[in-house]
Each structure stands twice: as structure tokens, then as C-alpha cells.
């Protein structure tokens, strides 16, 4: 504090008396983002719920062409970025600008494995029909209108995908701000922010993957 | 972290992410493996237990919650507040529906490529229930009188 006023640091803002209310405010306001995001997905889950309420034994039936292996696979690739991800900012929080470049690296390449399995699970459902909708074609699931269970599937997963993509191109502005040697252990906000919206990606995920891949 | 006199971050050891993250993947096993024997409804419980403990350690320990400013916590509650009374609503209508009145449940969308093929499904009595619409109308309650 004392050093913040008498001398103004580069990263502080003229409305802000100081770098902590300058950073807790841009955390209250990335926190009311994450609620929009919440409530995003939100109304999926609720289209998920309602479908499946109505039609148990489709969602059932269908789940079961779901991948389970590539599933759980994508899900430890996801925890595994979160921790790079906090120890990116651990690390500038320490000072250490090296090793968060490395984590910030380490995290995109997670992101990408991620995208990468689920590029080969969409293709194997793509060449099957297993489609949303109108574009179902698939024959072989038993129960009511199975091509919901696939309408409700691409939506919550493509969004959460989008999100995937949007957290690389996120991440990949703060380790390119980074290497120009922007941040320090004083200030550190877009990386944390960043943090928070990618940690966000894994909880929507940590609830995809037991309500897609694993139904009974 | 309300002090004025905070002036260094709050670092937590690298040993508390290390072991947030065993959790998680240990989490993740036992999910996986419960999904493989049959418990009736038990799956849906554990399989939804599990994943709001993993949110939490995620929520706590990753986003920080635990250590930062309560009023993040306060945010990310309402949200979930919000979002659960949304779905309890919107249940109390759906899974209510035909309790006073008989209805009869249709497939949702009669033009899907799935339909076409069925040649002894007749879509033009259906067909004017559809009119004018190109795309899934998603009411799968939408009642069908049959004739």
C-alpha cells in the first residue's frame, strides 16, 4: 500500500485509489460474468432434465453410443489443465514469469488434447447419423425420438466446446502478454481472470460427463 | 483479505493444488467405475454427488473461493440458487402434465429423416400440426388428437 501511493504503479487505473480495489473489482466483475455463463448452460441443463424426466429409458439406450473411455479420458485432460492453470498463476504470484509460461504452454496444449478427442468423437457421430434433429438418420436406438438425446448432446458439448476454444484464444493472450513481461507478482489480474473462466470450463464439464457418458 | 494491510497475495502451497487434483481424479475413478455395476437410481445419486464434491474442490480451492472476499462466494451461490429454482419450477410443470387431463404424447418432430422412412407412419395427419414449420418444434408434449 504504502509504496502503491507514493509511487503510482503503471497497472493502476486513475479511478482505483489502489491496485487491491482495482483487483477485487475486476474480480467482482469477472464473478457476475461466470453467473451469466452458469445461467447460460443453465437453461441446458434444465432442457437436459425435462427431456430426460421424459424419456428415461432413450437417454439410456442412447448414452450407451457415447465413448466412455474417450470420455473419462477428456475429463482427466480437463482436471489436468485446471491445476496447470492455477499453478500458472501461482507462479506469478511467486514472481516465477518462466515457469507461468511453461503452464500457460503446458494448459493451451491440454485444451487442444481435449479438442482433439472430441474432434474424433463428433466425426464417429457424424458418419453414423447420430445428428440432432431433422439430420438424424441413425437406426438401432430403442425408445422415443432419440435423435433429442443427440439434439440436447451437440448443444451442451458444442457450447462447452466453444468455450474450449474461447479459453485457448483467452489463455493465449495472457502468455503472449506475459512473454512481453507485462505481469509480475504485483500485478497478475488478466491471468487470473483468465484463470476463473477456464476453471469454469472444467465445472460445466465435471457435470457434462456423469449426465452424458455415464447414465446408469 | 478485507485488511488494508494486504499488501502480498494470498499464495496457497503447491502441495494444497497437487492434492485438490489427486481428489479430483480419484473423484473421477470412482464415478467411472460406479457407472460400470448397476444400482437403479443410486447411479444418477452418486454419479450427481460426486460431481458437485468435485465442483466444490474446484470452487474452492481452484477459483479460490475458500480464501478470497466471501462476496464472490455470495455471486456464484446466487447463480446456483437461480438455476435451481428455474429447474424446480420448470419440473413442477413438466413432470406434472396429464395429472388432471388425459393427454397423449406425440414424436417430437414428425419431419425428421427418422420419420420419413416409417412408411406406415401417415405424416399428413400430422402434417398440419407442423405447418409452416421448418425446423423441430421441441414440444414433445405436443398432443396429438388421432382420429
Known sequence: MSTQSAEHPKHLLHHFSTSQQQAESAKLGMWVFLLTEILLFGGLFLAYTVYRSWHPDMFYNAHLFLDRELGSLNTVVLILSSLTMALAIRSMQLGNRKRTIRMLVFTLALAAVFLVVKYFEYSHKIDLGQLPGKLYTFQGIEGDNPHVFFSVYFLMTGLHGIHVVAGMLTIGWVLWRTVRNDFSSEYYTPIEMTGLYWHLVDLVWIFLFPLFYLIG | ?147
Request: net charge negative; aromatic share 8%.
Open chain 2, 1 to 147: 483479505m478485507n485488511s488494508q494491510s494486504h499488501a502480498q497475495h494470498h499464495v496457497l502451497p503447491l502441495r494444497t493444488y497437487v492434492m485438490v487434483t489427486v481428489g479430483l481424479l480419484v473423484l473421477t475413478a470412482i464415478t467411472v467405475g460406479i457407472s460400470y455395476m448397476d444400482f437403479g437410481v443410486f447411479n444418477l445419486l452418486v454419479a450427481m454427488a460426486v460431481a458437485v464434491a468435485k465442483a466444490a474442490l474446484v470452487a474452492l480451492y481452484f477459483m479460490h473461493l475458500k480464501y478470497d472476499n466471501k462476496i464472490y462466494l455470495v455471486v456464484f451461490l446466487v447463480a446456483l440458487v437461480t438455476l435451481g429454482v428455474l429447474i424446480f419450477l420448470t419440473l413442477a410443470d413438466t413432470m406434472t402434465r396429464g395429472d388432471i387431463d388425459q393427454e397423449e404424447r406425440g414424436p417430437i418432430n414428425r419431419r425428421a429423416a427418422m420419420y420419413q422412412q416409417d412408411t406406415t407412419a401417415v405424416p399428413a395427419a400430422a402434417m398440419h400440426m407442423t405447418e409452416g414449420q421448418t425446423n423441430d418444434t421441441t414440444a414433445s408434449e405436443d398432443t396429438s388428437h388421432a382420429p
